[in-house]
């Protein structure tokens, strides 16, 4: 029998880890408070204490725990990186998430019995690439980039022998993970390095009039009305003119929901469905996992007839950036 797909869930702190354990996750995510992974915001993220709370509050209730480390080194000044790929070791995490390629072959060498996940920052999406990885660091999951259809991901499960694991619900990244310049050329800082899309500090919001604007790094990225609700601000999400007309010119505020497609995604050879969103509360990330884990359990009991529930649908829409969702390129026809 094959085994049942992982419910992956998000963990900015410890309550939100605790609110994961209770609603069904299988396994759990989260980072150190420094700045080697993403969502590096202030007032998140766990202290080497709180971490070792964590994963012991996750393994006495058969929950994994994953620690991510998905920033790059700083030239120079590598040795916090490693610090923490120790770190996570000595915690006894069940897998450790990165794509530099130096930390790569650090914890490789140093500490074998830990497992590495290929973080979707090293934006591997075809077999080579990833077999590359597994032969030379032996990861045994790639996380894949939110640019591969159903059908591609199925074609890349027969062709390597690395486990998948997919973005089921959350943000979307338009870019190539992680290396995306138009935040680089507005923050002048990398995301990879810096570890957000949107640095606090070169955000701004002015009213004027009735108006917001948000600016990112001195630049004008959107202006809503009174009656809108902004999105988040990244270069990404703004409102643009082209074509003659201001509107959401790369991508409309939405969240990824794979339910509609949820079958597809499991018999494409997927294990393990991650929800996005570290830095949203305990509340999200307990209605999420507990969804999901409805969702994924009724398609165990009788594939053949799975259908995504209304009230699903519409308790997730209620928590997704604009209130909608998409299948991202899940289905053939996003852009």
Same mark, same amino acid.
């Given at each position: ?18 609110? %994961? ?5 299988? %396994?759990? =995510? +989260? ?10 915001? $202030? ?13 012991? *509050? ?5 929950? !994994? ?10 030239? /120079?000044?590598?040795?916090?990186? =490693? ?21 790569? $072959?650090?914890? *490789? ?27 030379? +660091? ?20 027969? #062709? ?20 995306? =310049?138009?935040?680089? +050329? %507005? ?6 390095? $810096? /570890?957000?899309?949107?640095?606090? #500090? ?12 948000? #600016? ?15 999105? =988040? ?6 409102? +643009? ?32 469905? !991650?929800?996005? /969103? ?14 999901? #884990? ?30 909608? *969702?998409?299948?991202?390129?899940? $289905?053939?026809?996003?852009?």
């Amino acid at each position: 029998m094959k085994k049942k797909v992982e419910v992956l869930a998000p963990a900015g702190n410890l309550p939100s880890l605790r609110a %994961a354990v209770d609603h069904g996750a299988d %396994a759990v =995510y +989260f980072g150190f408070r420094n700045a080697t992974n993403a969502r590096n915001f $202030e007032g998140l993220n766990f202290s080497v204490d709180e971490a070792a709370e964590g994963i012991a *509050h996750a393994h006495r209730h058969g929950v !994994k725990a994953n620690v991510v480390l998905n920033t790059f080194p700083r030239a /120079g000044d590598p040795d916090l990186w =490693y610090r923490s790929v120790d770190q996570a070791a000595a915690l006894g995490a069940d897998a450790i998430i990165m794509a530099n390629l130096a930390l790569l $072959e650090y914890c *490789h060498t140093r500490h074998p019995s830990l497992p590495i996940h290929l973080s979707v920052q090293a934006s591997a999406s075809n077999a080579p690439a990833i077999d590359f990885y597994q032969k030379h +660091f032996g990861i045994e999951r790639v996380i894949l980039p939110r640019v591969l259809t159903v059908a591609e991901i199925r074609s890349l499960g027969s #062709r390597t022998r690395v486990d998948l694991e997919v973005f089921a619900f959350g943000g979307l990244c338009v870019m190539a993970e992680g290396r995306c =310049y138009l935040s680089s +050329f %507005a923050t002048g800082v990398s995301p990879n390095i $810096e /570890g957000v899309c949107s640095p606090a #500090r070169a955000v701004r919001f002015e009213n004027t009039g009735s108006n917001l604007k948000t #600016r990112l790094g001195g630049l004008l990225i959107a202006e809503y009305g009174s009656d809108e609700e902004a999105a =988040y601000p990244t270069v990404c999400k703004g409102r +643009f003119e082209a074509n003659g007309r201001v509107y959401h010119a790369m991508e409309e505020p939405g969240s990824l929901n794979i339910l509609e497609m949820l079958p597809e995604v499991i018999e494409a050879g997927v294990i393990s469905l !991650k929800i996005e /969103g570290r830095q949203r509360t305990k509340s999200y990330v307990a209605t999420v996992t507990r969804i999901l #884990r409805q969702a994924v359990d009724s398609y165990y009991d009788d594939p053949g007839s799975f259908r995504p529930r209304g009230k699903w649908i519409k308790e997730l829409n209620a928590i997704s950036e604009g209130t909608t *969702h998409t299948l991202g390129t899940y $289905e053939q026809r996003w852009q």
